[in-house]
Every structure is written in structure tokens, then in C-alpha cells.
């Protein structure tokens, strides 16, 4: 069956630091992978997307690579701050049909960024 | 949360009564889903729609229904509310491949 894995539920960092969250999936074709993060009694948020013909994608402090041969993609957020603290969800996606924007959503890990 | 409404924020109700949970859009997109998130498990899809009255099951269907009758409004209905539909309830709207969420709605079913 179909399965995605986020390596940790937590993960404690300093700041200033690089924190690397890892995404993994199995028995799965995704066309696209996203990122978002996710504060307490809050929805998600659109942070970055990658498409599977893509090795890496960069927006400031954050970096996303995918590997389709590993199945695999990690999350790095450079420099990190405190206010980068929150849960961290990856969601791949397929293309085409009436499944188009359809995601599966990893579990999520929380980020603590300690001063 | 622009652009997304979802009513109400909060409701307690008792097993074995209907419920219905609204998702309201002002952005005109074409593609809606609905999620619900529990410890363990994540954010799990529960229907989803690609246009008026276009609708689809996703991960966990089971005991809900969904309808859509214009673009901006998109109901979830529990028609027998049971324990295990105690979650947390999320609205989305698909632009392109990215979705938006709205703010959730918290359900207690006792």
C-alpha cells in the first residue's frame, strides 16, 4: 500500500542551526511533493512545491530537494529561529484527471528551535 | 486563512445526531476538499470536489457525505454522528497543485 513517512514526530534543534527534515515514501508515482507548516489551532500553510523533475527548490531560508530514485525528499531550514518552531507537513500529489490537486499528507514533524 | 471561512469553529454535539459543517470561498476556485486531522495519523482526506455537484471519496469516506451546489460552498455532513468522528476538521481550496486551508473546525462528539 501506499505509505509516506516523515523520519521523526520531533525534532529539537539551536538556533541558528540547519534543521533537516526527511520525507519518504513507498509504492507511490507523485508528480509533485509540497511542504507546510503548521502552527497550533491553525490550518496549514503552502510553503514550497517541487515537481518531480526537479532536484531542488529554494525560497530564502528554506531548501527542498527530491530524489525519485531514493524516494525521498529532505526539508533544510537554514539559520533556524525560535519562530520557526512549529509541525512541518510534506504531501505529494499525482497530475491529471479528477485526481488533479488530490494530496496524501505525511504525518508531520515538530520543530523545536531552542535559543 | 483569506479567502476561506469555515462555520462553526467549534461544536459539541451527541452520538447518533446529523451534523453539518460548512466551507465557505471567495476565491472562485474550482477544486475543494475536506480533511480531518488526528494524533497519529495526520491529515487524512475525507471527499473531495472538482466542480459543482463533481464529487469524490478520499481516504476515510466512511460515515460522511459532501455536496456542492455552487462554487463557493462546500457542506460536509456526519448523517450519525459517532465517537470516532471526534477530530479536527479542515477545509481546502486547490489552486493549481497548491491548496489553502481554512481555519478548522473543532468537533466533540460525546
Known amino acids: 500500500s501506499q505509505k509516506i513517512e516523515q523520519n521523526s514526530e520531533a525534532l529539537n534543534i539551536q538556533e541558528g542551526k540547519t534543521a533537516t527534515l526527511t520525507c519518504n515514501y513507498t509504492?507511490?508515482?507523485?508528480?509533485?511533493l509540497q511542504w507546510y507548516r503548521q502552527d497550533p489551532g491553525r490550518g496549514p500553510v503552502f510553503l514550497l512545491l517541487?515537481?518531480?523533475?526537479?532536484k531542488e527548490k529554494r525560497k530564502e531560508r528554506l531548501k527542498v530537494t527530491f530524489d525519485t530514485t531514493l524516494k525521498q525528499s529532505l526539508f533544510h531550514i537554514t539559520a533556524s529561529q525560535p519562530a520557526d518552531s512549529a509541525t512541518y507537513l510534506c504531501?505529494?500529489?499525482?497530475?491529471?484527471?479528477?485526481?488533479?490537486?488530490?494530496?496524501?499528507f505525511g504525518q508531520g514533524t515538530i520543530l523545536t528551535v531552542h535559543p | 486563512d483569506a479567502g476561506i471561512t469555515q462555520s462553526p469553529r467549534h461544536k459539541v454535539t451527541e452520538t447518533g445526531t446529523p451534523v453539518t459543517l460548512r466551507c465557505h470561498q471567495t476565491?472562485?476556485?474550482?477544486?475543494m476538499y475536506w480533511y480531518r486531522q488526528d494524533p497519529g495519523h495526520g491529515l487524512r482526506l475525507i471527499h473531495y470536489?472538482?466542480?459543482?455537484?463533481?464529487?469524490d471519496k478520499g481516504e476515510v469516506s466512511d460515515g460522511y457525505s459532501v455536496s456542492r451546489s455552487k462554487t463557493e460552498d462546500f457542506l460536509l455532513t456526519l448523517e450519525s454522528a459517532t465517537s470516532s468522528q471526534t477530530s479536527v476538521y479542515f477545509c481546502a481550496i486547490g489552486a493549481r497543485e497548491t491548496q489553502y486551508f481554512g481555519p478548522g473546525t473543532r468537533l466533540l462528539v460525546l
Open positions: 476565491e472562485n476556485h474550482r477544486y
Open positions: 509504492n507511490y508515482s507523485p508528480a509533485y
Open positions: 517541487i515537481r518531480e523533475n526537479e
Open positions: 504531501a505529494l500529489g499525482v497530475a491529471g484527471g479528477t485526481s488533479y490537486g488530490k494530496l496524501t
Open positions: 470536489s472538482y466542480g459543482v455537484k463533481d464529487t
